[in-house]
């Protein structure tokens, strides 16, 4: 598989979603995962639709495949930034 999406826009991704998405949701998606270690990928036609679109909306022009595989390490990179914050 292809790296079809260059590690600066996964940067710019990750930094969109923790200023974007409210820092107490992505605080709570963190406690999710540590009840369910899967809980992120549980959500993919839920929250996951959501992160998808708020991307496109920014101008992540990914395709639909991209997109797909790409939304739930970088909201799990965004959880995980927002997470090391607050400590």
Same mark, same amino acid.
């Not at 923790?18 to 990928?41: A, G, H, K, N």
């Given at each position: ?20 998405v ?15 270690? @899967?809980?992120?990928? =549980?959500? +993919? ?10 991307l496109?909306?920014? #101008?992540? *022009?990914? @395709?639909?495949?991209? =997109?797909? +595989? ?13 997470? #090391?914050? *607050?400590?």
């Amino acid at each position: 598989m292809c790296p079809c999406i260059s590690e600066e826009e996964r940067k710019k991704a990750i930094q969109y979603l923790v200023e974007t998405v409210p820092r107490e949701t992505l605080l709570q998606i963190y406690e999710e995962i540590l009840r369910e270690p @899967d809980w992120l990928i =549980m959500q +993919h036609f839920g929250m996951g639709a959501g992160i998808r679109n708020l991307l496109r909306a920014k #101008g992540f *022009a990914w @395709d639909d495949t991209d =997109m797909d +595989h790409e939304w739930e390490p970088i909201t799990l990179e965004a959880v995980r930034k927002v997470q #090391g914050e *607050a400590r």
